[in-house]
Nanobody
Framework: VQLVESGGGLVQAGGSLRLSCEVSGVTFSITTINWFRQAPGKQRELVATIVGSDSTNYADSVKGRFTISRDNAKNSVFLQMNDLKPEDTAVYYC????????WGQGTQVTVSS
């Protein structure tokens, strides 16, 4: 199983970014995919989850601002992040559990005030 994130960067508060996670080694369409983030000095936290094609869950801190989606033809999951805040600054990881937690390498998101 491999997960590869992309799309991070530096953005001003109120801006938007779209993260991508390309997944291989699984039957993608039925695989639950999560986005986590970890800020400096803090524990890794769950941000969003997509189960199947249309069941999604979000952390309270990002509800209404972030949207998780998937494209099964591209074996990819996306995290659209709008109205970004400085407290969203973190390394973002995509993850799946297949008897073991698999992680991507992470992508840095920095939001300046």
């Amino acid at each position: 199983v491999q997960l590869v994130e992309s799309g991070g960067g530096l953005v001003q508060a109120g801006g938007s970014l779209r993260l991508s996670c390309e997944v291989s080694g699984v039957t993608f369409s039925i695989t639950t995919i999560n986005w986590f983030r970890q800020a400096p000095g803090k524990q890794r936290e769950l941000v969003a989850t997509i189960v199947g094609s249309d069941s999604t869950n979000y952390a309270d801190s990002v509800k209404g601002r972030f949207t998780i989606s998937r494209d099964n033809a591209k074996n990819s999951v996306f995290l659209q992040m709008n109205d970004l805040k400085p407290e969203d600054t973190a390394v973002y990881y995509c993850n799946t559990y297949r008897g073991f937690n698999y992680w991507g390498q992470g992508t840095q998101v920095t939001v300046s005030s």
